[in-house]
Nanobody, 126 residues
Framework: VQLQASGGGLVQAGGSLRLTCAAS????????IGWFRQAPGQERENVAA????????YYVDSVKGRFAISRDSATNTVNLRMNGLKPEDTALYYC????????????????????WGQGTLVTVSS
């Protein structure tokens, strides 16, 4: 499956952005879709994920209450709504697919995700 991430940009602290991950090809119900981010000099971090089957979600503690991930099976898209943005949210944001044969707990490890989009840059100014 090919992934296309979009929606990044420059925003002031406290502002909002909505990132969209558009997938071409079939997404199986057992798969997870995740959003990761990577700031310069830092490791890639899993910020949110969603199960395609039933929309169960995961968030890293630093974004809980500010970010919301959702999926739209009709359009094969996953959105990440980001509110209350902070300068420390500045990073390149990627969406990725974790291919699973059966339901499984969320994984925050990037190596467990096999398909990646190209990334969209989010810059939050103070």
């Amino acid at each position: 499956v090919q992934l296309q991430a979009s929606g990044g940009g420059l925003v002031q602290a406290g502002g909002s952005l909505r990132l969209t991950c558009a997938a071409s090809g079939d997404i199986l119900s057992s798969w997870h879709i995740g959003w990761f981010r990577q700031a310069p000099g830092q490791e890639r971090e899993n910020v949110a994920a969603i199960t395609w089957r039933n929309g169960k979600t995961y968030y890293v503690d630093s974004v809980k209450g500010r970010f919301a991930i959702s999926r739209d099976s009709a359009t094969n898209t996953v959105n990440l709504r980001m509110n209350g943005l902070k300068p420390e949210d500045t990073a390149l944001y990627y969406c990725a697919v974790r291919r699973l044969s059966n339901p499984a707990p969320f994984s925050t490890f990037a190596y467990t995700y096999s398909d990646w989009g190209q990334g969209t840059l989010v810059t939050v100014s103070s």
